[in-house]
C-alpha cells in the first residue's frame, strides 16, 4: 500500500512539472516572436500598392490577390533549409509549399500604413490552400521589416 501511495505522488510532483515545464518554454517562445513587420510611408495607397506589386514580382512572387485594403503575394519555397525545417515540424515532405506574404494597406491623412504577414501555404489533396505561420519567424519578419523601410526611404526621397 505504501508503494502505491509513494509512486502516486511521485507521478503527480512529475506531471506537475511538467505542466509548469510546458508553460514556461510556451512563455520564452511566445517572448522570441519579432511582431508583424510594420511600415508609416509618406505617400498615397495606390502609389505604395504600385511599388509593392513592382518590388514583389521583381522578387519572384506572384500576385495571388488584390483588394482595396489587401495585397497578397506567393512564391513556391525552394530553399532545401527551409523544406527540411517544415518536414520536421510535421509538414507533409511532398506537400506543395509555397511562401505567402499579404499585406495590408491603409492611407489616412496623406500616410499609408503597411503591415505584413508571412505565412507558408500548403495545398492539400483537393487542391484547397491551408495557410499557417511558422513556428519561428524572426527572420522573415527582420527581412521583410528592412525591405519595407528600404522602400520607404525610396519612396520618400523622390
Do not use: W
Amino acid at each position: 500500500m505504501k508503494v502505491r501511495v509513494l509512486f502516486l505522488a511521485v507521478a503527480v510532483a512529475l506531471g506537475v512539472t511538467g505542466c509548469a515545464a510546458n508553460g514556461q518554454q510556451g512563455g520564452q517562445e511566445q517572448g522570441q516572436t519579432v511582431s508583424r513587420p510594420e511600415v508609416q510611408i509618406k505617400a498615397s495607397s495606390d502609389r505604395v500598392k504600385s511599388e509593392l506589386v513592382g518590388r514583389l514580382t521583381k522578387a519572384g512572387f506572384d500576385l495571388e490577390d488584390e483588394g482595396q485594403f489587401k495585397l497578397t503575394f506567393s512564391k513556391p519555397i525552394t530553399d532545401l533549409k527551409r523544406i527540411m525545417s517544415l518536414t520536421l515540424q510535421g509538414v507533409n515532405s511532398s506537400a506543395s509549399k509555397r511562401d505567402i506574404i499579404d499585406f495590408t494597406v491603409t492611407e489616412n491623412s496623406g500616410e499609408t500604413t503597411v503591415i505584413a504577414t508571412q505565412f507558408v501555404g500548403l495545398e492539400n489533396a483537393f487542391g484547397k490552400q491551408l495557410k499557417f505561420e511558422e513556428k519561428y519567424q524572426n527572420e522573415a519578419h527582420e527581412s521583410i521589416q528592412n525591405s519595407l523601410e528600404k522602400m520607404k526611404k525610396e519612396m520618400e526621397k523622390s
